[in-house]
Every structure is written in structure tokens, then in C-alpha cells.
């Protein structure tokens, strides 16, 4: 098996390299002591994790034991053993004591180490002889159904406290007694059960969800349930598996929580940062560790991925936060002033040097400095800049005398600083200096939880700026979005969702709103709900029966409109009344109730004759 050399921590930003920018390329992200690091994965074989000079993911730190626990990947997927190790190893905070499955979004712990797994999306195996694997092929086929024929998905996951028989056997009796014929439920270890219900929307109250909730916690009192629903919270299996599995780990004893649930808000100040991705919730609070510290940090990741609000939080969570944040970008310093932006300049010390100006470095005094895309400063700034980090004082350009600065630094970079040092065009010194800590941020089509967590969060406020009521983000705009490289990361979602709000004059942002960019061939016929087996589409026009020769629209699209025209006459005719609406046009309740949500129909006022008496 060929990995990267034990010694090297690669905190290059995805992209990088042709390796790690390949789409679906398997790693771990390992959090070590004050650093974040890549470890990539094969797609078989087997990883050696421990102290152990012969380790593949060799570590460092003393909590881990020189053998300390084996990974293996074959075709049916991932499994980790520990070795018997001292201080142990689990998954997802659940002790290892045998083989246990792996899916990406699994956090591992050795020891004191963390790391968050981020395994290739796998197709149906040809072979699934084991339970777990038989089941995740059926939901890989339920959730294909549900996108293609936009309709409604639930799956639940159930944390038993302990593996004991006697819960198995209870929750199993429910089963028995409750599961429908077209439900699929079964183990994905030895305390977590997963069931998957289509035809259910995951609304609180549903008919058949409460019920089955309510079995599930009533035979099992100490139970955690978690719930997620395509696509809203995801358009993979495994995205949709670990949103369940993080909002039963937020669920108390005996209750239950939405995959909503499993976000937390991070609030910085005026700045509050949405996190449900597992990699990100472990980068956060590395993040909020160093912050107690006077530690450089070091944050990589591609453009707009978030480094500034890593940097914010350190500085927010750290014994400065009463002090200013002063945010740099070096790449926009204009080029001959760079010295003087960061330093400051006496009056005459340059022609047009009229007045003299603090630098950007001694006005962040007792405070903390971001130096954004840090690879563009030219050589003679990182040279005076490093020399300030280590001696605590700036000098003026066109000055002698030395001013002490009290500054803390935050650097981040979407450059390969290594390789930058290598060519020789970033000081190796500076190098070191800047990353003791480092963090690497992973990019957004990695964090597939987020997108459309950050799409609905990114609406909402760009209509609430706007004055307007909210949008809803239809099923085929999410499958869309969950589709797209995003390669401006988070900025690029925001702006996408700034420009729906304001150039989408309904109700429902649909998918022939996006950008033709996003709408590959592939993906727009997969992004456009398709018509289910029991609907048929309309007989095409013929010629002279009133055909048009103008530009056609796409047949799905058609026939969207043809059924929210439909659906919504039958919720008028039913004055509101959701089920009268649903028998009128012969659609399964749970199917309508989706559908109206998605389509943001509502039933509209009847206006009212006089009264004859």
C-alpha cells in the first residue's frame, strides 16, 4: 500500500495536487495535538495506526500505543479493529471491542488522537453478505427512487445505551410488529439500528412516524433516537446516515431529535457560524483549544472555505477577544506599499507620504492580526515581518526607532506553503514561525451535511435584507446543489443564494433558477423531478391541433407545473383541508403534504358573496 511517508503531515488545501483534488479521494482527517493533517486512505488493504516506526498512520502523541488499532477496506467497505491498545480506541465516542463498521462522517479516536473519516462514496457492491451492507444497498436504492421521483424519504437511527441482547431482541419484536412491507430496517453495529421509511416526509406528527418513534423509545426507555430526511438534509446515503446518527447522539434518554437538532451554532460576537459537518465540530473546537494559547496558527484551505472565520474564532475565544481584529489581505496590499500598510510610514518617507500612518500591525495592539493569503507577501516584507514575530517590534518605514507591538497572528493560505518554500519563493522560517499550529479547513463539497443546511441559512437572511418572504429551495435545486464542485466553497453558495432572493420572483427557487454552470447535462436530468410510475405525462401536441413552434421547455419541468397547478386548485377546492385535497387528486396524504412544502403552496382566501339574509 503506498501512503504518505510517516514523518509528513500534508496540510496542503484539497487541490493542491492532481492526488488529493481527485474527486472522492478517500482520507482522514487526523486533529493531533495543535495541528490538523491528511491521512489518505486505499481503497483496499489494510492501515496500521500507532506509534510503531512499521505504522502506516504513524503518531505521535504518548496517549497512543506503538500497535495501537488496524483499519481494513475491501470491497463491502471499511472496518476498524483495535489492537488492545492501553488507552483504547472508539468510534463516534463508543468503544471499539470487535470489527466495526466505518462510514464516512465516522469520528475515530486513538487515544488521545482524533480523526474524522472521509471515505469514497461506494456504488451498490456487486457482494453483500454482510447485514449492514445489504441494508446500505437498499437505501442507496430508496434514495435514488426519492430523488428521481421527488418523493418523500425518512430514515431513523436508533443509539441503544449498551449491545445487550435483551434490547436488540425488543427493538427486533417492533420491528416485526410495525415495519411495512416497503420499510427496510436493520443493524449498522451492534448498537445502532437504522430504518428506513419512504413515503414519509419527517414532519413532527405525521401519521406513522409518531407511532413508530414511539414504539421504538417505548421499548427501549433509554434509547436516543435520531431522524433525517431527503433530500433536506442530504441527497447520499451516507450524508443522510450520519445527519441520524448526530442528531440521536444530540437526543437526551428516551426522546428523540431532527437532524436539525444536530447543528450547532457556533456564536462569535456578531458572527455566528453553522457547523454539522463531523470534521468541522472537531476543527472548531481544536480551534477554540488554541485559542487559550499565544500559539501562531496556521489555517490552509481553498479560497472561501472559511479561513477568516477559523481566524475570528480564536481570536473571539481567546484572552485578547476585548482587543481589535485586524483582518489583512495580502494579496490585495497594493505592490510597493505592502511595508508601509503593515508597518506604518514616518511623513516623508516616500513621495506622497504626506501625513504619517500607523501600520496595520501596531493598530492591532493587544490584540490580533489576520494575514490572509500570507504566500502572496513579497520577499523583503516576509523578512521584516518575521523579524517583528520574533523581536516583538516594528520599525516605521522612513524611521529608526523601534515601537514594541503586542499582537497575536492568525495566518491562512490556500497556497502549498511547503512546495512555496521549496521554490524558494516563502521563507522557510517564516514557514515554521507562522505554522506551529496548523489547521486544515476541508472544502465544502466534503462537507455535504452543510450545503444544504447553508443554502436554506444563506436565504433566509439574503430575503430577510431584502424585505421579502422566505424562499424555499425545491427538491430538485437541492439535489442539484448537493451535485456541485463548489469550487468558491462557502462564498460561492452565498452569493448563489444572494442572487435567488433577488432574482426569483415566486415562491420556490427551482432548478432552472441556477446557473447553467451547475446544471451539467448529467445533472440537470437528475436534478429535474422526474414523473412517477402511476402519473402519466400529457400526450404531446400534433400539428395543427394548436401546436407551438416556440421554444419548448423541459418535460419535467412541465409536468412540475401541471402538478402544482393541479395541487393547488384541489387545496383551494378543499378550503385547506390537506387530506380533502390529496383524495380529490388520488396522492397519498404523505406524498401531498411533502410535495406542498416543497412547492410552497398554501391554500389561498375564498372570497365570500354578500350574506342573503
Request: hydrophobic fraction near 40%; aromatic fraction near 4%.
Given at each position: 500500500m503506498?501512503?504518505?511517508?510517516?514523518?509528513?503531515?500534508?496540510?496542503?488545501?484539497?487541490?493542491?495536487?492532481?492526488?488529493?483534488?481527485?474527486?472522492?479521494?478517500?482520507?482522514?482527517?487526523?486533529?493531533?495535538?495543535?495541528?490538523?493533517?491528511r491521512?489518505?486512505?486505499?481503497?483496499?488493504?489494510?492501515?496500521?495506526?500507532?506509534r510503531?516506526?512499521?505504522?502506516?498512520?504513524?503518531?505521535?502523541?504518548?496517549?497512543?500505543?506503538?500497535?495501537?488499532?488496524?483499519?481494513?477496506?475491501?470491497?463491502?467497505?471499511?472496518?476498524?479493529?483495535?489492537?488492545?491498545?492501553?488507552?483504547?480506541?472508539s468510534?463516534?465516542?463508543?468503544?471499539?471491542?470487535?470489527?466495526?463498521?466505518?462510514?464516512?462522517?465516522?469520528?475515530?479516536s486513538?487515544?488521545?488522537?482524533?480523526?474524522?473519516?472521509?471515505?469514497?462514496?461506494?456504488?451498490?457492491?456487486?457482494?453483500?453478505?454482510?447485514?449492514?451492507?445489504?441494508?446500505?444497498?437498499?437505501?442507496?436504492?430508496?434514495?435514488?427512487?426519492?430523488?428521481?421521483?421527488?418523493?418523500?424519504?425518512?430514515?431513523?437511527?436508533l443509539?441503544?445505551p449498551?449491545?445487550?441482547?435483551?434490547?436488540?431482541?425488543?427493538?427486533?419484536?417492533?420491528?416485526?410488529?410495525?415495519?411495512?412491507?416497503?420499510?427496510?430496517?436493520?443493524?449498522?453495529?451492534?448498537?445502532?439500528?437504522?430504518?428506513?421509511?419512504?413515503?414519509?416526509?419527517?414532519?413532527?406528527?405525521?401519521?406513522?412516524?409518531?407511532?413508530?418513534?414511539?414504539?421504538?423509545?417505548?421499548?427501549?426507555?433509554?434509547?436516543?433516537?435520531?431522524?433525517?430526511?431527503?433530500?433536506?438534509?442530504?441527497?447520499?446515503v451516507?450524508?443522510?446516515?450520519?445527519?441520524?446518527?448526530?442528531?440521536a447522539?444530540?437526543?437526551?434518554?428516551?426522546?428523540?431529535?431532527?437532524a436539525?437538532?444536530?447543528?450547532?451554532?457556533?456564536?462569535?460576537?456578531?458572527?455566528?457560524?453553522?457547523?454539522?459537518?463531523?470534521?468541522?465540530?472537531?476543527?472548531?473546537?481544536?480551534?477554540?483549544?488554541?485559542?487559550?494559547?499565544?500559539?501562531p496558527?496556521?489555517?490552509?484551505?481553498?479560497?472561501?472555505?472559511?479561513?477568516?472565520?477559523?481566524?475570528?474564532?480564536?481570536?473571539?475565544?481567546?484572552?485578547?477577544?476585548?482587543?481589535?481584529?485586524?483582518?489583512?489581505?495580502?494579496?490585495?496590499?497594493?505592490?510597493?506599499?505592502?511595508?508601509?500598510?503593515?508597518?506604518?510610514?514616518?511623513?516623508?518617507?516616500?513621495?506622497?507620504?504626506?501625513?504619517?500612518?500607523?501600520?496595520?500591525?501596531?493598530?492591532?495592539?493587544?490584540?490580533?492580526?489576520?494575514?490572509?493569503?500570507?504566500?502572496?507577501?513579497?520577499?523583503?516584507?516576509?523578512?521584516?515581518?518575521?523579524?517583528?514575530?520574533?523581536?516583538?517590534?516594528?520599525?516605521?518605514?522612513?524611521?529608526?526607532?523601534?515601537?514594541?507591538?503586542?499582537?497575536?497572528?492568525?495566518?491562512?493560505?490556500?497556497?502549498?506553503?511547503?512546495?512555496?518554500?521549496?521554490?524558494?519563493?516563502?521563507?522557510?522560517?517564516?514557514?515554521?514561525?507562522?505554522?506551529?499550529?496548523?489547521?486544515?479547513?476541508?472544502p465544502?463539497?466534503?462537507?455535504?451535511?452543510?450545503?444544504?443546511?447553508?443554502?436554506?441559512?444563506?436565504?433566509?437572511?439574503?430575503?430577510?435584507?431584502?424585505?421579502?418572504?422566505?424562499?424555499?429551495l425545491?427538491?430538485?435545486?437541492?439535489?442539484?446543489?448537493?451535485?456541485?464542485?463548489?469550487?468558491?466553497?462557502?462564498?460561492?453558495?452565498?452569493?448563489?443564494?444572494?442572487?435567488?432572493?433577488?432574482a426569483?420572483?415566486?415562491?420556490?427557487?427551482?432548478?432552472?433558477?441556477?446557473?447553467?454552470?451547475?446544471?451539467?447535462?448529467?445533472?440537470?436530468?437528475?436534478?429535474?423531478?422526474?414523473?412517477?410510475?402511476?402519473?402519466?405525462?400529457?400526450?404531446?401536441?400534433?400539428?395543427?391541433?394548436?401546436?407551438?413552434?416556440?421554444?419548448?421547455?423541459?418535460?419535467?419541468?412541465?409536468?412540475?407545473?401541471?402538478?402544482?397547478?393541479?395541487?393547488?386548485?384541489?387545496?383551494?377546492?378543499?378550503?385547506?383541508?390537506?387530506?380533502?385535497?390529496?383524495?380529490?387528486?388520488?396522492?397519498?396524504?404523505?406524498?401531498?403534504?411533502?410535495?406542498?412544502?416543497?412547492?410552497?403552496?398554501?391554500?389561498?382566501?375564498?372570497?365570500?358573496?354578500?350574506?342573503?339574509?
Amino acid at each position: 500500500m503506498s501512503v504518505t511517508h510517516p514523518s509528513a503531515r500534508d496540510t496542503r488545501p484539497l487541490g493542491a495536487t492532481s492526488e488529493s483534488s481527485e474527486s472522492g479521494a478517500a482520507y482522514l482527517l487526523v486533529l493531533e495535538g495543535d495541528s490538523s493533517w491528511r491521512f489518505p486512505l486505499p481503497d483496499e488493504g489494510m492501515v496500521l495506526v500507532g506509534r510503531d516506526e512499521q505504522a502506516d498512520l504513524r503518531l505521535r502523541d504518548d496517549s497512543v500505543s506503538r500497535r495501537h488499532a488496524r483499519l481494513l477496506f475491501t470491497d463491502e467497505g471499511a472496518r476498524v479493529v483495535d489492537l488492545g491498545s492501553h488507552n483504547g480506541t472508539s468510534i463516534n465516542g463508543r468503544p471499539v471491542d470487535s470489527a466495526q463498521p466505518v462510514l464516512s462522517g465516522d469520528v475515530l479516536s486513538f487515544g488521545a488522537v482524533v480523526a474524522v473519516v472521509r471515505a469514497r462514496t461506494r456504488g451498490t457492491p456487486a457482494r453483500r453478505a454482510l447485514e449492514a451492507d445489504r441494508l446500505m444497498g437498499q437505501l442507496r436504492e430508496e434514495v435514488e427512487r426519492a430523488l428521481r421521483y421527488s418523493r418523500p424519504l425518512t430514515m431513523l437511527v436508533l443509539a441503544l445505551p449498551d449491545a445487550g441482547p435483551s434490547g436488540r431482541e425488543a427493538v427486533e419484536t417492533v420491528l416485526a410488529t410495525d415495519a411495512g412491507p416497503a420499510e427496510a430496517a436493520g443493524w449498522l453495529d451492534g448498537t445502532h439500528l437504522l430504518w428506513v421509511l419512504p413515503e414519509v416526509s419527517g414532519e413532527p406528527g405525521e401519521e406513522g412516524l409518531g407511532e413508530r418513534v414511539e414504539a421504538l423509545l417505548d421499548a427501549c426507555p433509554q434509547a436516543r433516537l435520531g431522524l433525517s430526511a431527503c433530500p433536506a438534509d442530504g441527497c447520499d446515503v451516507e450524508t443522510l446516515v450520519a445527519a441520524a446518527r448526530t442528531a440521536a447522539q444530540t437526543a437526551s434518554p428516551g426522546a428523540w431529535a431532527s437532524a436539525e437538532d444536530g447543528i450547532t451554532r457556533v456564536s462569535l460576537g456578531e458572527r455566528t457560524v453553522l457547523v454539522a459537518d463531523p470534521a468541522m465540530a472537531q476543527l472548531y473546537a481544536l480551534l477554540r483549544r488554541l485559542a487559550a494559547s499565544e500559539l501562531p496558527v496556521l489555517v490552509c484551505g481553498e479560497t472561501g472555505v472559511g479561513k477568516e472565520n477559523a481566524a475570528f474564532a480564536v481570536h473571539h475565544w481567546s484572552p485578547r477577544a476585548s482587543g481589535p481584529f485586524i483582518a489583512v489581505n495580502c494579496a490585495a496590499l497594493p505592490e510597493g506599499l505592502v511595508e508601509s500598510e503593515l508597518f506604518g510610514h514616518e511623513r516623508g518617507a516616500f513621495t506622497g507620504a504626506t501625513t504619517t500612518r500607523t501600520g496595520l500591525l501596531e493598530s492591532a495592539q493587544g490584540g490580533t492580526v489576520f494575514l490572509d493569503e500570507v504566500g502572496e507577501l513579497p520577499p523583503s516584507a516576509q523578512a521584516k515581518l518575521l523579524r517583528a514575530l520574533e523581536v516583538r517590534r516594528i520599525t516605521r518605514v522612513g524611521e529608526v526607532r523601534e515601537r514594541p507591538i503586542d499582537i497575536r497572528v492568525v495566518a491562512a493560505t490556500h497556497r502549498d506553503l511547503e512546495a512555496e518554500v521549496a521554490a524558494g519563493r516563502f521563507r522557510e522560517d517564516l514557514y515554521f514561525r507562522l505554522g506551529a499550529a496548523t489547521v486544515l479547513l476541508p472544502p465544502l463539497r466534503e462537507r455535504p451535511r452543510e450545503v444544504p443546511m447553508l443554502a436554506r441559512d444563506f436565504l433566509a437572511r439574503a430575503c430577510r435584507a431584502l424585505g421579502r418572504s422566505e424562499l424555499v429551495l425545491a427538491a430538485g435545486t437541492l439535489l442539484a446543489l448537493s451535485r456541485h464542485g463548489w469550487p468558491g466553497n462557502v462564498r460561492e453558495l452565498r452569493n448563489l443564494m444572494d442572487y435567488a432572493a433577488a432574482a426569483v420572483t415566486g415562491d420556490v427557487v427551482e432548478p432552472h433558477h441556477l446557473p447553467a454552470r451547475m446544471l451539467s447535462r448529467k445533472a440537470a436530468t437528475s436534478a429535474q423531478p422526474q414523473p412517477p410510475p402511476e402519473q402519466e405525462p400529457p400526450a404531446p401536441a400534433v400539428a395543427g391541433e394548436g401546436a407551438s413552434r416556440g421554444p419548448k421547455v423541459p418535460l419535467a419541468q412541465e409536468i412540475r407545473e401541471l402538478e402544482r397547478r393541479r395541487m393547488q386548485e384541489a387545496l383551494d377546492e378543499a378550503e385547506g383541508v390537506q387530506t380533502r385535497a390529496a383524495a380529490l387528486i388520488g396522492m397519498p396524504i404523505r406524498t401531498f403534504s411533502f410535495k406542498l412544502k416543497q412547492l410552497g403552496l398554501q391554500a389561498r382566501p375564498t372570497r365570500k358573496g354578500p350574506s342573503s339574509g
